[in-house]
């Protein structure tokens, strides 16, 4: 909605992995990354979630070697 930040509601509708996140793991993953508590995940911890998305995808390439 260009608002600068990403709800619960929008998060849900991405996919990690090649799964839909769901609402409930959403509300999760705003919960932890969400830093400044304002509700919402800004650019700057959107991005830390998806560093750790990023890290956990490399640590199961590196596995089935």
Do not use: C, H, M
């Amino acid at each position: 909605d260009r608002s600068g930040t990403i709800t619960s509601n929008e998060l849900a509708t991405l996919n990690f992995n090649g799964k839909p996140l769901g609402l409930d793991l959403s509300r999760k993953l705003i919960k932890i990354f969400d830093k400044n508590a304002t509700g919402n995940v800004d650019f700057n911890e959107y991005a830390s979630l998806q560093q750790v998305n990023i890290d956990f995808n490399f640590k199961l390439i590196l596995k089935s070697f």
